[in-house]
């Protein structure tokens, strides 16, 4: 949320009122009442350094647009890019900042007919401010389902989180057959924030059908 020792700009200062009265009247979708820090935005660029050059990358829950400003002030091609966004007036903030050809109001919980409307085939990388923790285990588990079915081999998935854990539980990962792997820890932020990254396993530990029954146990907790 919060780069410590920085002063916020002008431009800032209205993406923080955007999100601020958003995050009044819908906190569980909107899940923080500031934009990521300049910090946060530079370890997520970090984290897709080593993506495969070629592929789509995918950012879920742009917000205002501080990690999607980030990607493209490092150089990455903006035909390259694919910015989710599910709240209207968010969506419409950012097509005005970045231009409609790369951002998209869509759900990030039914990212398949999205994929194929939008022929994307190859998903380099992903990342996502999206409030993951506050989504229950099957829409967890779509989004990263959706992602993957279209993922480069080892493609990550980078996921922040201001929690000490994981946002989605190593336990269910497995499960599904992902693994999870702490990428970095960004101290000087408030709160301290933790970048996490998914991958798929190469081998899956079940066919659908048993993982499905395994799910509906999972959710009946
Ligand atoms: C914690 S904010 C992060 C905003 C911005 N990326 C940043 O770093 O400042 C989470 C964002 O995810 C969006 N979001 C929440 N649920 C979503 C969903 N199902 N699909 C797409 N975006 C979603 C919210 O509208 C919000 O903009």
């Known amino acids: 949320m919060l780069c410590l020792g ?86 419409a903030h950012l097509r005005r900042r970045f231009g409609r050809d790369v951002i998209a109001r869509a759900d990030a919980r039914a990212l398949e007919p999205f994929f194929e409307a939008r022929r994307i085939e190859r998903i380099a990388a992903i990342v996502s401010t999206l409030p993951i923790l506050n ?11 959706d992602c993957f079915e279209r993922a480069a081999p080892g493609a990550a998935f980078t996921q922040i989180t201001y929690l000490p854990g994981s946002p989605v539980r190593q336990r269910h990962l497995r499960l599904w057959g992902y693994r999870a792997e702490r990428y970095r820890r960004i101290a000087n932020n408030w709160p301290p924030a933790t970048l996490w990254q998914y991958r798929a396993n190469e081998i899956k530990p079940c066919g659908d059908r048993y993982r499905d029954i395994c799910l509906g146990r999972l959710n009946s907790d």
């Open 6 to 91: 920085k002063t916020p700009d002008i431009v800032i200062m209205s993406d923080l009122t955007l999100l601020w009265r958003l995050w009044l009247t819908k906190p569980r979708q909107i899940a923080t009442w500031a934009p990521s820090s300049d910090a946060v935005a530079a370890a997520f660029v970090d984290a897709i350094a080593t993506a495969p050059d070629e592929g789509t990358i995918v950012e879920l829950g742009a917000g205002t647009g501080p990690v999607t400003a980030a990607i493209l002030a490092a150089g990455i091609a903006r035909e390259r890019l694919c910015i989710v966004e599910s709240d209207a007036e968010l969506a």
């Open 135 to 145: 989504f229950g285990l099957t829409a967890q588990r779509a989004v990263l389902d």
